[in-house]
């Protein structure tokens, strides 16, 4: 059983930065067997794939739109997933939710990014840019 909490969200200017913190609340294996990934959905849209980080760290991936903006972090002896996000644009405007994903193959570098994958979710944080 997994729960994860989303905090850091708010109302900021086109151009500042904000940092999303997910706090997970693991039972039956570690926090580090899970493949951690951000998703946002914005007002009338689908949700969509933002960042992801494989159990051990070593390999994250990203969204084309957030690339070389927003960083994906965790610290697995806080259980928590952090999202880094700079330079913010008001497209960027969405509710801002973290999942996990069970690695049940593929070792500590393994990841996924569409949404099938992860089994657990957050209730999300809403962020807003404005002009």
């Known amino acids: 059983q997994v729960q994860l909490v989303e905090s850091g969200g708010g109302l900021v200017q086109a151009g500042a930065s904000l940092r999303l913190s997910c706090a997970a609340s693991?039972?039956?294996?570690?926090?580090?067997?899970?493949?951690m990934g951000w998703f946002r959905q914005a007002p009338g849209q689908e949700r969509e794939f933002v960042a992801v980080?494989?159990?051990?760290?070593?390999?994250?991936d990203y969204a084309d739109s957030v690339k070389g903006r927003f960083t994906i972090s965790r610290d697995n002896a806080k259980n928590t997933v952090y999202l880094q996000m700079n330079e913010l644009k008001p497209v960027a405007t969405a509710v801002y939710s973290c999942a996990a994903a069970t690695i049940l193959l593929g070792g500590s570098s393994w990841y996924a990014t569409g949404e099938a994958w992860y089994e657990h979710w957050g209730q999300g944080t809403q962020v807003t840019i404005f002009s």
């Open positions: 980080i494989s159990g051990g760290s070593s390999a994250t």
């Open positions: 693991v039972a039956g294996r570690p926090f580090s067997s899970y493949v």
